[in-house]
């Protein structure tokens, strides 16, 4: 049974560029969350996708977006990169039948230089 | 914004040493979590409490709920090498969104 999985592992971009990372939930799982976590820190709340709808948002500007697949996977996207957005992106899923519990993916690495 | 402040920040013990983490927030959760990050990997879950007061044990490890549902610690007893890592809180609210706290980073030295 294949866990969390997100893709890339790693990535480089530049300031004013766009990135798409992508995240496929455990199998059985209906709901997808995206986590910033910059480092030394605790992972920060983005957004939740739960039937293809963001049902969640954390404080985070609209360059922060995101979708869901009909197959429950998903993709963040985040345009106008600033140095800022350097930090592991984490994707959490779950299933809302259930007991909320999430299981993380190892995350996607992103620096913006 | 909900925030859980974890303390201490930075642990550095001798193996076979205990040590308490605590959790606090001014706010109320329906559900409080425990997880453990290792560099480069996702948090992994060790254990969710869910009602007042609730007290659960993972071998080692201990974890209770505060009455109110505020606040939470988890307490390890003769740590190991195996223990060191980046614990962190997580309190979910009634809306299902799950706030982290800050991260306690542990490192036991053989």
């Known amino acids: 049974d294949a866990g969390v999985t997100q893709s890339p592992t790693h990535l480089i971009k530049t300031r004013g560029q766009q990135v798409t990372l992508r995240c496929s939930p455990k199998s059985g799982h209906d709901t997808v969350s995206w986590y910033q976590q910059a480092l030394g820190q605790g992972p920060q709340f983005i957004f939740q996708y739960y039937e293809e709808e963001e049902r969640q948002r954390g404080n985070f500007p609209d360059r922060f977006s995101g979708h869901q697949f009909p197959n429950y996977s998903s993709e963040l996207n985040v345009n106008a990169l600033l140095l800022g957005d350097s930090a592991l992106y984490l994707c959490a899923s779950s299933n809302r039948a259930g007991k909320n519990i999430q299981y993380f993916g190892a995350g996607t690495r992103l620096s913006v230089l | 914004t909900q925030l859980l402040e974890q303390s201490p920040q930075f642990l550095s013990i001798q193996e076979g040493e205990n040590l308490t983490v605590y959790c606090n927030s001014s706010s109320v959760f329906s559900s409080l979590q425990w997880y453990r990050q290792e560099p480069g990997e996702g948090p992994v879950l060790l254990v969710t409490?869910?009602?007042?007061?609730e007290v659960k044990k993972l071998k080692r490890l201990t974890f209770q709920f505060g009455d109110a549902r505020k606040d939470s610690s988890l307490h390890i007893t003769a740590a190991q090498p195996g223990d060191t890592g980046l614990y962190l809180c997580?309190?979910?609210?009634?809306?299902?969104?799950?706030?982290f706290g800050t991260g306690t980073s542990l490192t036991v030295i053989p």
């Open positions: 409490v869910v009602t007042g007061g």
């Open positions: 997580a309190g979910e609210n009634t809306g299902n969104q799950f706030y």
